[in-house]
């Protein structure tokens, strides 16, 4: 049995031939709600951004993760980008201070004279990622001016993206960059870095972009990636005038129970 | 083909009747659809996607955006083939860092001075635990026929989670006679291309012993040295252009072993620094020399707006007891007065005041020349006012007092240009500076040419 909506639509079938659309709008009213709540300050974020760092970090016992390093000549003129050279290392972390390294692949385009260990990451035994909450660190403070440029609301996710600049015009190596932070745990979750002036002339002229990634695993927020594209004020051997470089970090596992002999044990070679 | 468009492509035809009554069958069977579910969905409402879904893939497309950008760089990792092992890092394998660098530097008092410098650092594993890093270096002077180098140890200790930094210095070094300044990058290359070494030296001998600590906002670091000083003549009047030395004599420092108590500390708040310094040798301390020397600088970065920086700092310190000339407080080049000689002025009491305005933006790029990043050249002006008093080391001099006197002050105006790098030091910018000196004693401007930073009164905030 047909609805009378259906019987309805059927009667009013358009005839054949052109029509015209009627814009039809839903209209609404709901009351209005005064909100009493405090908002959340930007010092009050800054701050839970720090402890939530600091609380990321105190959770960490061990971490292994698998590292590839690639650099890739910029595209330029009519050529294509190029990778230039890889190194892949399984990495091994636990607290207090132990770390080993696991070089599983070099790769180079055009192999030269030098060391075959020159492309190597060398890892310290540190697991603050510094280099993503380097501007959110309590003696940093004071360094950078913030600012919240939005918030997006996201599947039951508030993400506060904030901006920092340093406040010093005459540092150089100062970068600007923006945030993204989840105050599900008030930890950075991504991060995009510049630089106003070049970093380290006439060497570097310059840095297009930096991006750092991090993502959840093991119910911790991990550094994944590290992506920058630099450029050279004077051509350097096989890169030419510039580079994308990243770093990636994969298989990621975290306080998971490393076993000691495997700081201690001799490398086997298969 | 989309339907709208192959509707409007039928829209006249002659299978308009059809098209109509498909068009009509399909919006009856989409109202019994809609009809039919309506209760359905009014008791079971359509799932929302899981709240980390959603959220991972707003990252993701963030993540997308990036892959596109840096194309092969992010692409993932291949893991064929990751089954076998090349090298390992890490305690068992490196021990100790070992790091050999040749040195070579010039001055006139010991001529050319090859060497070597050699590091030995320890690592962080516990197996093999890290005893620091200890250095050292050997040269020979030419100039008088000398061996010259000393051992360096430096360990960071931990007192819970408070780092100390503890240095360890023994040997023989030739050091400046001007204690507050310390830059060499430069001096070796004025000296050894035209004679241009205007600073003067000493000879130490002996050993030194500093605890740091660096908390961020603050840094303190309590010294102690024993260290035999002596003068030293000039021994090398030559340099590769044949020119006459700029400063043909080298002061002659008060021969006599040292036993200094010595604490520094600085802070920080946002762009704005002070530090106060504080030196202490006397006969209770087993010292030949008697003197208490106190240095207090401040200085600030203030940004107008995001064009210019204005850099303000003064300095003040004052030495009482024996008026040594390697206690001395001197006036001219670098960071005091640069329409002075380096170190042309000294005294026991020093005041001094500076102000540079910095272009925040370089110079070629707000010329729109593109491509301006190899050569970030940064326009200034400066003006400045600073004088000494007490017993000149040169001879001369007036009487000891606390301030400097009226007729003693001397004030300049110039301009600058700096040039950015980090290669030499980090912060650090070659300044060619031209500077007027105002009011009495003006004369030519004078030219230089420094490796600085841009608080330059106040020592290298730590890296």
Redesign the interface.
Known sequence: M??P??VL??LL??????TVAVEDTMRTEVPEVLVRAPRVTLDEILARVARGEARRDSLLRDESF?A?L?V?RAAHGDHP?E?VAES?S?VYRAR???????????WEAKPGKRKS?DM?M????SMDETIVNFAFR??AR??FRYAIVGR?L????L?YRIRFEP???????APHGLV?V?TNEFVI??QEVGF????????I??VD?M?I?R??VDGMWMLH?V?L?L?F??PLPKVGRGL???M?F?QIAVNRGIPDSV???????? | MSAGANGATN??GND??S??VR??AR??AL??AL??AAPCAAQVPPAP???????????ET??DS?DR??????E??D?V?????????????HPFGFTVMPAFSFTRVDGPVPGVSASISGS????HPGFGTLGGKLAYATGPNDWMGYGRYHERLFLGVHAFDVQLWAGRATAFMNRDRDSRYLDTWRAFVWGGDGAHYLRHDGFAAALEHDS??WRATLGFRDVLESPRDVSASWNLLGRRLVVPFNLAAARGRTHELALDADA????VRGEAQGWLSNAGLGSDFDYRRVRVAAGA?L?LG?T??L?PQAAYGRLRGDALPQQAFYLGGGPTLRSLPRDDRGGTTLALARVDA?L?K?LLSLAHVE?S????LRLGVFAAAGAVRGPDPYGGGDADGDWPRRAAWRSELGASLQ?????LE??SFLRWSVAWAVGPGAGRPRVSVVLSR?LDLLRAPAQ
């Open positions: 047909l609805a909506a259906a639509a059927i079938a358009p005839l054949p031939g052109p698998l590839t690639r890739v980008p990778l892949v399984r207090p201070h132990r770390v080993r390294t696991l070089v599983l692949r070099r260990g190597d060398n890892f310290d035994a309590p003696g004071d360094q997006d996201v599947g039951g996710h993400v406040r010093s015009l005459l540092d150089p190596a993204w989840d979750v991504r106003d002036h070049p970093p380290a002339p006439p060497l002229s310059g972009r991006v990634e993502e959840f990636r992506l594209r450029e004020g004077l994308d470089m990243s990636q994969d700081f201690t044990a001799p490398l086997v070679k298969r | 829209a006249g308009a009747a098209a109509g068009r009509a919006a009856l109202l019994a009809a039919m996607a899981p709240p980390d879904t959603a959220f991972g893939r707003y990252l963030l993540s990036t950008y840096f194309g092969i760089a992010a993932p990792v893991t083939g990751l089954d076998t092992v090349l090298a390992s890092h890490g305690a068992t394998t962080d594993d516990p197996m961020g906002p920080r708040w946002h762009l970065e940004p995001r210019l920086a850099v910095v925040a370089d491509d990043g190899a050569l970030p040039y950015d790098t980090a290669l980090n912060g841009a």
